[in-house]
């Protein structure tokens, strides 16, 4: 059984940092692709990062560069954000995915952790 589960959300004001972690199971992790995902309230769930399987690249969404890095150790995966901002407010995702997730579906989503940031 396939289990991804995130934790490390929370609230933080404008400016501040989070780091969110997802531990892994269940599943080869060297075969995919590890990332995370975001919904805001009211939006599509988007995209804000990949690591890809040979840990060898990462991918990020506009809104994302510069600010956010993705790290997989083990079968634990990363998201480190800095100059937190009030539009990075959502429910984030961990996902894994046999392709490149930025470009197709995942085939596998955690639970979901929220992040609040206050202006």
């Known amino acids: 059984q396939v289990q991804l589960a995130e934790s490390g959300g929370g609230s933080v004001q404008a400016g501040g940092s989070l780091r969110l972690s997802c531990s892994v199971s269940?599943?080869?992790?060297?075969?995919?692709?590890m990332g995370w995902f975001r919904q805001a309230p009211g939006k599509e769930r988007e995209f804000v990062a990949a690591a890809s399987m040979s840990a060898a690249g990462t991918r990020y969404a506009d809104s994302a560069k510069g600010r956010f890095t993705i790290s997989r150790v083990l079968a634990k995966v990363y998201l480190q954000m800095n100059s937190l901002k009030p539009e990075d407010t959502a429910v984030y995702y961990c996902?894994?995915?046999?392709?490149?997730?930025?470009?197709?579906?995942?085939?596998?989503w955690g639970q979901g952790t929220q992040v609040t940031v206050s202006s």
């Open positions: 269940g599943l080869f992790f060297s075969d995919y692709d």
């Open positions: 996902a894994a995915s046999t392709g490149r997730m930025d470009l197709m579906t995942p085939d596998y």
